[in-house]
């Protein structure tokens, strides 16, 4: 196993624990109007003027975010087998090319999960239309841990390909 290997390893570790941290937290779009308001893609929190947080979950789902999740959800399980190959490569180097291409295909599905999010924007809740959230919104700590995920994907793809070459 070569450093680079190495290295991509880790990157794909981190990624992976970052888009697990962005799914567990309902923070993906956040309002300060009327109170505290958190929006994920399965579930709204609701904080009014410091009471207790009021958490449902929203009927119907939007089908572009119940698709994102899944995206997002099969990324994940994309790059954990990513990571079990790239560390059976360390004895059984044939894995690799394997390792490479669910890589890849885990950066796929997370490049899907980020073009899918925004469409939803135009919903009731928000207000707002596809691609273009309104003033009142920004985005929450888990669509920022999301798309921290992705770019690490897409470096340690690069990596574990070999395309981008550090020197050492």
């Known amino acids: 196993m070569d450093k680079l290997s190495i290295i991509s390893g880790?990157?794909?570790l981190a990624a992976d624990l970052f888009a697990i941290a962005s799914l567990a937290m309902p923070s993906w779009i956040?309002?300060?109007?009327?109170?505290?308001?958190?929006?994920?893609?399965?579930?709204?929190?609701?904080?009014?003027?410091g009471r207790e947080s009021v958490c449902y979950?929203?009927?119907?789902?939007r089908p572009?975010?119940?698709?994102?999740?899944?995206?997002?959800?099969?990324?994940?399980?994309c790059v954990t087998i990513t990571v079990v190959l790239l560390a059976i490569s360390y004895w059984k180097y044939s894995v690799m090319k394997f390792a490479r291409?669910?890589?890849?295909?885990?950066m796929v599905l997370f490049c899907l999960a980020a073009v899918l999010f925004p469409v939803a924007f135009d919903m009731d809740q928000i207000g707002g239309e596809a691609?273009?959230?309104?003033?009142?919104?920004?985005?929450?700590?888990?669509?920022?841990?999301?798309?921290?995920?992705?770019?690490?994907t897409v470096v340690s793809e690069l990596f574990a390909?070999?395309?981008?070459?550090?020197?050492?």
């Not at 979950?57 to 789902?61: G, L, T």
């Not at 572009?64 to 399980?77: A, R």
């Not at 390909?161 to 050492?168: A, D, E, M, Q, T």
């Open 101 to 106: 291409w669910l890589g890849f295909f885990g």
């Open 30 to 49: 956040t309002s300060d109007v009327g109170g505290r308001t958190y929006i994920g893609l399965l579930q709204t929190c609701l904080n009014i003027y």
């Open 161 to 168: 390909g070999k395309v981008c070459l550090p020197h050492f």
């Open 131 to 152: 691609y273009q959230l309104p003033g009142s919104f920004q985005v929450g700590i888990s669509y920022i841990f999301f798309v921290l995920a992705l770019w690490i």
């Open 57 to 61: 979950y929203p009927d119907p789902i």
């Open 10 to 12: 880790a990157l794909f």
């Open 64 to 77: 572009e975010w119940l698709l994102t999740f899944l995206f997002i959800v099969m990324g994940i399980g």
